[in-house]
C-alpha cells in the first residue's frame, strides 16, 4: 500500500512545492512541540524550585551562619544557585549589618571564588551569568576578573562585564572601566556604558575628570553625559576647565554642576554659560542659577526669560518665581522686559505654584511702588497682556510667535 | 482566458509565496533581535533612569473626545507612570459629554494662561487648564477639530518639553512603560528622533483603578484573532523593520517623538486618515531630504494595552479605515519609490507595503475570483489548487505560530495554559474566514477611498473602566 507521502508526491508536478508543505507542516509540529515542551519543563522546574526554595528558607539563618555545612548545598548545583540567589537578592536589599553578614558568608561558602574562576575558565553564557552575579557580590576581589573579560572579543561578555562591574558600585571598578576605554575607546555601546560608570564614579566623581580631557569624540560625550549626572559641589571648581570646551555636554555638564558652588566665580561663569549659543547648556544655566536662589542672578534669569527657546523661558520663569523674595518688584522688571513671551512664561510659572494670589497681595499691599504703576501691574497681572506700546523688539524670533488663548 | 487564468493562479501562488517569505525572514530576525534586546535590559537599570536629574523631560498627549466615562481612570492612570520629568496633556477635543466635567472635579482644574504657541495647525484652543491636584496636568479645552490629529496638534502647541509621547486617551500604559520607551534615546540621543512602542489587546484582562492587574486572553474569537494579529504585526513586523531602520509606522495609541521635529514637519495632518503613519513617513520623508543621520526605533517591552474591537461591524470599520490610511499615505509619497536619496525606505519599505500591504486584498480576493472561475471552466489543475491550499496555509501557520513563540520566549505575559492552548489553536484557525474576511474589509477601504469617503465612522467600545477578566 502507498503511503501518504508517496500518494502526496504523486499529487504535483513540483517537488519544490511538496517539499514546502512538509516543511511547513513540520515546522508547526516543531514550533508547537517547543512551546509544549517549554512549557512543561518551566512548570515543573519553577514547581521544584519553589519548593526548595520554601525549604532553604526555613533554614536559612543556620545556612548563612554556617551551623548547616556549606558542604551540604554547595555540591548540589540545584541548591547552589537557590542559596546564591537568595543570599544575592537579600545582599542587594539590606542594610550594611546585614549586607557584612552576607558577604562574610558568600566569601566563607567559596561562592565567590567560584564566581571569579567561572568568570575566568568558563566560556559563553555561563561566563556571562557568572560575570553578573560575581558584580553582585560587590566583592572586590571580583574586580579583576570583571576586568580581564571587559577585554574580551565577544561584545556578549565585554556587555556582560560591564554590567558586573556596574552591580559593585565602587570606585575601584569606575577606575578599571576607565582605563578600559581609554585604552580601548567606546567599543560597547553608550548606555550601558555610561549606567555603569555612573553607579561606580558617583561616589568619586573626580576619576572621571582626566579621562574626560583626555578622551576624544563619542567617548567624550559619553564621559560628558556622566560627569553631569554624578558631578557634585565637591567638583564644582573643577569643572570650571569645561565651560568653554567645545563639546556642549561638557559645557552643559559644567553649568548643572556649578547649581551647588557657591562661589563668586561659578556665579559668573553661570552667567556666561546663560549665554551660550546651545540651548541646552543655557538651560542648564538658567536651572543652576535658579538653584542658587540668589537675587544676584535675578538679570540672568530675565534675560533667560526673553530666550529664543521655549523651555529655557519657562525653567527661567520657574526660578524667579521660586526665588525667596519678595514677588511684587520681580513681576514690575519682567513687566518692563515688554516681552509678553517672557510675560506670559512667568504667569504660566506663578499659576503652576499658585502663587497668583500671593502676587495679588503683594501688589494690593505694596507702599514702594507708585501708584499708577500699580495699577498697571495689576492689570497686566489680571488680563496676562501688556499695555499696547509696551512689546519690545525682540518678539520678532520665530520661535516666540506666540497666539494666546 | 485559460491562459490568463493560468497565469493569474500562478502569480496569486507566487505572490503568496513571496509575502510568507518575507514574514518568514522577519520572524527569524525579530527572534534574533528579541533575545538580544532582553539581554541588553539586563545592562541597565531603569530605575536609575527614574532617579536621574538628566532625564530628558516627556510630554504625554492624550486626545480625549467624549470619553466621559473612562476620562478619570485614564488620566490617573497616566499620572501614575514612572518617569521623573512628566507634563500630561490631555486634550478636550471637543466633547459633547462630561469629559472637561469630569476632569474638573476629580483633579481641581482651574484656568491658567499657560503657554500656548499656535506653531502647527489645529482648531482654536477655549481655555487651558492646570490642575491643583497635580500640576502635571494640563487640559487643553479646544474646539472640536473633527481628527485626532487636530487634537494632537493642540497638544503639541502646549507642550513643553523636548519629547512628547501621543497615547491614546482609552489605551492603558504599564507604569514603566516611559522608562523602557526613553532607553533607546538615552543610549543615541543625538541620532533617535521617535520610538514605537509595543501595543497589546487588552480585552479580557482586569484592570483595577487604571492599571492593569492580570492578563487574560478575550473571549471571543474575533478578539483573539486580533490578538495574534497585534502579536504578529509588533513583535515580528515591527521589530524586523526597526532593525533596517525601515520603520514606518509608530502606533498612535503609543509613540515618542522628538517635539521639535514633529513641529518642523508641521505636526499631524488634520486631513488625514491615517495620522500616525502619515507623520512617520513625513520624518523619514524630511530627515532623508537633509541627508539626516537619524534613527527610528521600536522596542518591544513597554506594553500599552489598548481596547479592540469585539464585533465584526466595528473591526470591519477600523480595517476599511487603516486600509484608506495606508493609500492616504502611500500615494502622496510615491515620488519616493526606488528614488536613491530616500535610500531603503524608498527602496525597500515603501515597495513592500504598495505590494504586499495595498495590493494584498487585490492579489488575494482577485486570486479566489480567478481561482472559482477556473474550476467553474474545468480548467483548474486539482493538483495546484490542493497544492496551493495546503502550502499557503501551513506556511501561515508557522508565522502565526512563530509570533506566539516569540511572545513566549521573550514577553510572556500570556501565563494561563488555557491562554496559550486557546492562543495556539486560532493560529489554525484565522485563515479562514477570517482572513477572507478581512481582505473584504481592506478592499472596501480602498472602494471607499476612491469614492471619496473619509468619513469617520465610530467604533464600538466598552472604556477601560468595563474591561475586566471573567
Known amino acids: ?405 | 482566458m485559460i491562459r490568463f487564468l493560468d497565469i493569474a493562479n500562478h502569480t496569486l501562488f507566487w505572490y503568496y509565496l513571496a509575502s510568507n517569505f518575507a514574514y518568514l525572514l522577519m520572524l527569524m530576525i525579530a527572534l534574533k533581535t528579541s533575545a538580544a534586546h532582553q539581554r541588553s535590559l539586563e545592562s541597565h537599570r531603569l530605575s536609575w533612569i527614574n532617579d536621574s536629574p538628566m532625564a530628558p523631560p516627556i510630554a504625554i498627549i492624550a486626545p480625549a473626545h467624549n470619553e466621559e466615562g473612562s476620562i478619570r481612570v485614564a488620566v490617573r492612570n497616566l499620572l501614575e507612570l514612572d518617569y521623573p520629568e512628566l507634563e500630561v496633556i490631555v486634550v478636550n477635543d471637543g466633547s459633547e459629554d462630561r469629559t472637561l466635567e469630569e476632569m474638573r472635579e476629580e483633579f481641581r482644574l482651574r484656568l491658567v494662561r499657560a503657554v500656548y504657541i499656535p506653531e502647527v495647525k489645529s482648531a482654536p484652543v477655549r481655555g487651558l487648564y492646570r490642575s491643583d491636584v497635580d500640576t502635571r496636568l494640563l487640559v487643553v479645552d479646544k474646539e472640536p477639530g473633527g481628527s485626532k490629529a487636530d487634537a494632537v496638534n493642540a497638544g503639541l502647541n502646549a507642550a513643553n518639553s523636548p519629547y512628547v509621547c501621543v497615547v491614546d486617551a482609552d489605551s492603558v500604559l504599564e507604569r514603566d512603560a516611559l522608562l523602557r520607551i526613553m532607553v533607546p534615546i538615552l543610549e543615541d540621543p543625538k541620532r533617535v528622533v521617535a520610538v514605537g512602542g509595543i501595543i497589546r489587546v487588552l480585552n479580557g484582562s482586569e484592570i483595577q483603578g487604571g492599571t492593569l492587574r492580570r492578563v487574560r486572553l478575550p473571549r471571543k474569537s474575533i478578539e483573539v484573532i486580533q490578538v495574534i494579529e497585534y502579536l504578529r504585526a509588533f513583535l515580528i513586523g515591527r521589530e524586523a523593520w526597526a532593525q533596517g531602520n525601515m520603520l514606518t509606522i509608530i502606533s498612535g495609541a503609543f509613540g515618542l517623538f522628538r517635539t521639535d521635529l514633529v513641529r518642523a514637519v508641521g505636526g499631524y495632518r488634520a486631513s488625514s486618515i491615517g495620522e500616525d503613519f502619515d507623520l512617520v513617513a513625513r520624518m523619514h520623508r524630511h530627515l532623508l531630504e537633509k541627508r539626516a543621520s537619524y534613527q527610528i526605533r521600536f522596542v518591544p517591552d513597554p506594553m500599552c494595552w489598548t481596547e479592540a474591537p469585539s464585533d465584526l461591524k466595528s473591526l470591519g470599520r477600523q480595517r476599511q479605515r487603516w486600509q484608506k490610511g495606508l493609500l492616504d499615505v502611500l500615494w502622496p509619497n510615491r515620488d519616493m519609490l526606488f528614488r536613491p536619496r530616500y535610500g531603503r525606505i524608498g527602496s525597500f519599505a515603501l515597495p513592500y507595503l504598495w505590494i504586499f500591504e495595498l495590493f494584498a486584498p487585490v492579489f488575494e480576493l482577485g486570486g479566489i475570483a480567478t481561482i472559482i472561475l477556473a474550476a467553474s471552466l474545468g480548467v483548474l489543475s486539482r493538483e495546484f489548487f490542493l497544492q496551493f491550499l495546503i502550502f499557503g496555509y501551513a506556511f501561515a501557520t508557522v508565522i502565526s505560530i512563530g509570533s506566539v513563540l516569540q511572545e513566549e520566549i521573550t514577553y510572556k505575559r500570556y501565563n494561563d495554559w488555557q491562554d496559550v492552548a486557546r492562543l495556539v489553536s486560532y493560529c489554525f484557525l484565522e485563515h479562514f474566514p477570517y482572513r477572507q474576511m478581512h481582505m473584504v474589509w481592506r478592499l472596501q477601504g480602498l472602494w471607499q477611498y476612491f469614492r471619496g469617503d473619509f468619513a469617520w465612522k465610530p467604533l464600538k467600545r466598552k472604556g477601560i473602566q468595563s474591561v475586566q477578566a471573567p
Not at chain 1, 107 to 135: C, H
Not at chain 1, 228 to 233: D, H, R
Not at chain 1, 341 to 370: D, F, P
Request: aromatic share 6%; proline share 5%; hydrophobic share 45%.
Open chain 1, 1 to 405: 500500500m502507498e503511503s501518504i507521502f508517496e500518494r502526496l508526491w504523486k499529487l504535483g508536478p513540483s517537488a519544490f512545492v511538496l517539499k514546502a508543505i512538509v516543511a511547513a507542516i513540520v515546522a508547526d509540529a516543531l514550533l508547537l512541540a517547543f512551546i509544549l515542551l517549554r512549557r512543561t519543563y518551566r512548570k515543573r522546574y519553577f514547581a521544584r524550585r519553589d519548593a526548595r526554595v520554601f525549604e532553604l528558607r526555613q533554614q536559612w539563618d543556620a545556612l548563612v551562619s554556617g551551623k548547616i555545612p556549606y558542604e551540604s548545598w554547595r555540591k548540589k548545583p540545584f541548591d547552589r544557585r537557590i542559596v546564591e540567589t537568595m543570599a544575592l537578592d537579600a545582599f542587594e536589599a539590606s542594610g550594611a549589618g546585614e549586607s557584612a553578614r552576607l558577604l562574610k558568608f558568600l566569601r566563607q561558602s567559596g561562592l565567590i571564588e567560584k564566581r571569579i574562576f567561572e568568570a575566568r575558565r568558563q566560556t559563553g553564557w555561563r561566563r556571562m551569568r557568572s560575570l553578573v552575579a560575581l558584580g553582585r557580590t560587590r566583592a572586590p576581589e571580583g574586580i579583576p576578573a570583571l576586568a580581564e573579560a571587559l577585554r574580551d572579543r565577544d561584545l556578549e561578555v565585554r556587555l556582560a562585564a560591564l554590567r558586573g562591574l556596574g552591580r559593585t558600585a565602587c570606585p575601584e571598578a569606575g577606575e578599571e572601566i576607565l582605563a578600559w576605554v581609554g585604552e580601548k575607546g567606546l567599543c560597547v555601546p553608550a548606555l550601558p556604558l555610561q549606567s555603569a560608570l555612573i553607579q561606580c564614579c558617583v561616589e568619586r566623581p573626580q576619576l572621571l575628570l582626566p579621562y574626560v580631557q583626555h578622551a576624544e569624540g563619542p567617548l567624550r560625550e559619553v564621559l560628558g553625559r556622566v560627569l553631569g549626572e554624578v558631578a557634585t559641589p565637591s567638583l564644582g571648581l573643577d569643572l570650571l576647565q569645561f565651560v568653554g570646551d567645545d563639546l556642549d555636554e561638557l559645557r552643559a555638564a559644567a553649568a548643572r554642576a556649578m547649581s551647588h558652588t557657591k562661589s563668586g566665580l561659578a556665579f559668573d561663569l553661570l552667567n556666561e554659560l546663560a549665554r551660550d549659543p546651545i540651548w541646552f547648556v543655557r538651560l542648564r544655566a538658567i536651572v543652576s542659577l535658579g538653584k542658587l536662589s540668589e537675587p544676584r542672578a535675578i538679570p540672568s534669569l530675565l534675560r533667560g526669560l526673553m530666550d529664543s527657546n521655549r523651555l529655557v523661558r519657562l525653567r527661567a520663569a520657574e526660578a524667579l518665581v521660586e526665588l525667596d523674595i519678595r514677588m511684587a518688584p520681580i513681576f514690575e522688571q519682567v513687566v518692563e522686559t515688554g516681552d509678553r513671551y517672557g510675560l506670559h512664561a512667568y504667569l504660566t510659572a506663578l499659576e503652576n505654584a499658585n502663587l497668583r494670589a500671593k502676587l495679588e497681595q503683594e501688589l494690593q499691599s505694596s507702599t514702594e511702588i507708585r501708584e499708577e504703576v500699580r495699577d498697571r501691574l495689576q492689570k497686566v497681572l489680571r488680563t496676562g497682556t501688556l499695555p499696547a506700546g509696551e512689546t519690545a523688539a525682540s518678539e520678532g524670533s520665530p520661535d516666540k510667535a506666540a497666539l494666546l488663548p
